[in-house]
Structures are given as structure tokens and as C-alpha cells.
């Protein structure tokens, strides 16, 4: 498993949640190696905290004061965070508290450590983190994805399939995040679907056949499981009945094809959704090192029109607009949302990132990419 992930840990304590397979356990073992561990998918453990807490706080007043200690699959066992909360007021201990879900924890309305630990994610692979020799395999990783799971896997396909049963069994049915698993299970490629497109619960809830308010539920457990998040549209004073829709983003590309049983090579249809979708992975990644804007969004025109921008970054007052195309030759009409958008005052920068290889500026300032280019700046942290 590769180990040179762009996370680095906090100097106090913190949460870390990510997907299953994202690797949080393999990392926090190669960050902090000499953290005391509490690993709660091993059985016994969970039993024995489970019936007795108070063998937790045993054994953390056995560790040194202002050390390590990490917490795997936290969110199993949500009132150990009292016990947590009361060793980093008292000895100064610093936890690292991973999961692969914040819902159970919200749920519980459990102590969430009052601001005294940050909250970080880590995602699938983003190219900065691989050890690839020559240039990126586009095409392989929006057919199965990065989570490092898959990745490292001989055959990506097979673990795909057991990973959506996976999440079903463990994340949700052994979680109990929902009452009826089925309607769930049905809900999923409809959401699937749904990448990279703007919100419709409506529509949602008459593909799924469930009721709207189910759908909003299911939405959030998608957000909570980290699978996907709702990007929100850009509002500047809009009036009430102008107001957007968020797009669902999920986290991988190949967990989009799985959950849709979609194994075969890329279509050309699929191409473009998939592409933006890992590109808003990379640029979350990305931001949690480097902390590349104050709010993301999409653009979409007050006009109408489906004149559109894919992602605003906005920083202070400032807005970067970023268009991504899978062309590699575009005209000028595939600019028409980075034209519309530079109508805004506050937008400082309009770039398309694209498959070529030629890095271009227009005359009205609109700058080409190539993907390469793009990558290396996001790398550098000089977007």
C-alpha cells in the first residue's frame, strides 16, 4: 500500500473519517507509530467496552501524559468520547479518532469534544499520492476508481462488487442507519445516476420508489457514509424562486459504475460526468492540505439557458471559476459558462482545465490547462 498521502497529522487531536478501504487505519499506523491503538472492529474489544466502559479509561491512565492514541471505528462505541474528552483535559493525551461514518456520532448527540479536536477527511487516491511511473491511466481510474482498496487489488472489478455489499451489510445494516434496507438498496443506482447532476428529490424519490422525506434521509446518509456530497450553487442576492438545486457528487468513480453494475470499459456518454466528479475529489483533497478556498460551489447562470461553470472556488472576496472538459480541442461555444461568469465582479481567475497538451490563455483571459498543468499546480498549492 502506498504510503505517501498528502494528510499530514495535526499537532492535537483530531477526527478522521473516510469511506471504508480509504486506508485510514494503514496511515495513522505509518503517521503515528508509536499511538496506543484501540481497534473497535476487533470483537472481544467492542464487547468488553461495550459492557464495561470503564475499562477504556483503565487503560488510557496507563499511557504517558501528552501521547498518542488512536481510536479506529469510533463511531461504533460514540460515549467512549466522554472518556476521551475527559483524558485530554486531565493528562493532555491526543487522540486520533477515525471512522468511516459521523452519523451514529451525530445521532447520539454524544460529546463531540466541544471544537477541542479538528475534523479531517481523507479520500480515495488523488494523483500526488501515486507512485506512477509515466502518465496517469485516466481512463483506468474513472473505471475503477481510486480508493486504495481497489487500487491495490489483482482484480479491481470482484472487489467493486464486494465493496458495495460491503458498505450495505457493514455501514449500514450492521449500523442500523436505516430502517428498511431494501428501499435503500433500491434508492442507491438511482443516486448513482444522479452524479454529477443537479438535485432532483422529486424525481429521486418516484425512480426509487420511496417517499421525499425518505429521500432526503437516504441523501444525508450518503453524505454522513462520506460516499457523496451535495455541491451548492452560487447565489449573489438571488431572489428566493431563482434559487438552485445542489449537485450530488460521490467520492470515486468506480463506486459510481459499481453501484450501477456498469463493469464494462468506458462509454463515451460516461466520460465527462465521471471526469468532473473525480476532478471534485481532487480538489477536496487537495483543500484539506492545503486549504485551497473558503467555500466551493457551481456556477449557473440567473439567465437560464443551462449556462453553467462546474466549480467556484471562493476566497475572501475573490472567486476562481473552473470549467472541465474531456476534449481535447474545444470551441470557443464549450467557454460559454466561463464567459457568462466573468459578468461577476469578484471573479479574479476563469481556467478550463482539458485532455490536451497545450497550455492557452484567450483574449478575454480565459486560461487552458492541460490536466497535467493542472495537477502539478494543485500539487504545488499555487491555484
Known sequence: MHQNRLLQPPSSSFFLF?????????WARHQLPQAHRFDLLDEALYQDYLAQPGLFADELRTRPEGSWVVVDEVQRLPNLLNEVHRFIEERQLRFALLGSSARKLKAAGVNLLAGRALWKTLYPFVPAELETSGELDLDETLRHGS?????AS???????????QLYLKEEIQ???????????????????????Q????SGLARDAGVARTTVNGYLEVLEDTLLARRLPAYEAKLRVRERKHPKLYWVDP??????????GPLAAEERGTLFEGW???????????NELYDDLYYWASPQGKSVEVDFLLK???ELIAIEVKTQSRFSSDALSGLKAIGELPQVTRRIVVHLGERERKTQEGIEAWPLGVFLERLADGEL
Not at 480508493?147 to 487500487?151: A, D, E, K, S
Not at 476532478?279 to 492540505?289: D, F, G, K, N
Request: one cysteine or more.
Open 18 to 26: 473516510g469511506i471504508r478501504g480509504v486506508g485510514k487505519s494503514t
Open 315 to 317: 476566497r475572501g472576496r
Open 254 to 263: 468506480g463506486l459510481v459504475r459499481a453501484v450501477k453494475k456498469q463493469w
Open 154 to 164: 489483482p482484480d479491481p472489478r470482484e472487489t467493486l462488487k464486494a465493496y458495495v
Open 174 to 196: 450492521a449500523e442500523a442507519l436505516v430502517r428498511n434496507l431494501p428501499s435503500f438498496a433500491r434508492f442507491l443506482p438511482v443516486a448513482a445516476l444522479c452524479h454529477g
Open 279 to 289: 476532478i471534485h475529489t481532487v480538489l477536496r483533497a487537495h483543500h484539506e492540505v
Open 147 to 151: 480508493i486504495p482498496l481497489v487500487w
Open 198 to 201: 443537479v438535485v432532483n428529490v
